[in-house]
């Protein structure tokens, strides 16, 4: 899911590094060769960081949640994680573009009017705003397949029209059997686990989720994409 996570935590971080292009901004770090690299190899490595962040934490710390609780706790953490990217790359590229060290006063300085300008309260709203709506779209990609939001918010699902596609139906063997055996409150978690389960095989191969009835699972794939490297079958069997 963090494929549009990374992308946007590059853009933050080099504007940490880089800051405002302007030349008559105090708080901006001008753009030159030097930092440039410095930008780009920290990009690189917050990106890499993030990732692996949020496939060994966030996905497991998350993984029972509900929908809104994923996005305020993973945009907090977010938030918080882009602070302290800023507080540390944006004394750095200032002390490079001004040809001084960390210790010089002036860095910090730069730094305080940084931290209290309108340009970083509106880079703050505006990062959080993009966090709120890549989580979103994270999220529910990951659970019903990375085209269905797309379709329903661009009115596809208002327009119906015939295609060819292929489908999997996918029924648990036994459910009233492990329903009996676990309980109620225990079958729903092992529902949830299932349905995790099966949701990220969905995924991997470029399904999307038609619906859920009970413990059966519709996925659906146009008819190109479900018989491509044979989709519909590595899903039944992943």
């Not at 946007?8 to 708080?27: C, R």
């Not at 882009?82 to 540390?88: F, K, N, P």
């Not at 001004?98 to 730094?111: E, K, N, Q, S």
């Not at 969905?202 to 491509?228: C, F």
Request: hydrophobic residues 50%; negative net charge.
């Amino acid at each position: 899911m963090i494929w549009l996570l990374v992308d946007h935590v590059f853009s933050v971080s080099n504007y940490a590094a880089v800051g405002s292009l302007s030349a008559d901004s105090h708080e901006g770090i001008q753009l030159d060769a030097g930092i440039y690299v410095f930008a780009s190899l920290a990009s690189f490595a917050v990106g890499c960081l993030v990732g692996v962040v949020e496939l060994l934490f966030l996905n497991r710390a998350f993984a029972a949640r509900s929908l809104g609780a994923k996005l305020v706790g993973k945009t907090l953490f977010y938030v918080a994680f882009l602070t302290v990217v800023v507080v540390v790359l944006y004394p750095i590229a200032a002390a490079m573009e001004m040809g001084t060290g960390l210790a010089d006063a002036r860095v910090w300085d730069r730094l305080g009017a940084f931290a209290v300008s309108m340009e970083s309260l509106s880079t703050g709203v505006q990062i959080t705003a993009s966090l709120v709506v890549s989580l979103f779209y994270a999220e529910i990609s990951e659970h019903l397949g990375a085209r269905v939001l797309t379709n329903f918010l661009t009115g596809r699902y208002h327009t119906p029209k015939r295609e060819r596609r292929v489908f999997l139906f996918s029924d648990m063997k036994s459910s009233t059997a492990i329903t009996e055996r676990l309980g109620h409150a225990r079958y729903f978690e092992f529902l949830r686990a299932y349905y995790d389960a099966l949701a990220d095989a969905v995924v991997r191969h470029e399904g999307e989720v038609y619906q859920y009835i009970g413990d059966e699972i519709v996925v659906s794939w146009p008819e190109e994409a479900g018989l491509r490297d044979a989709n519909g079958v590595r899903c039944a069997l992943a």
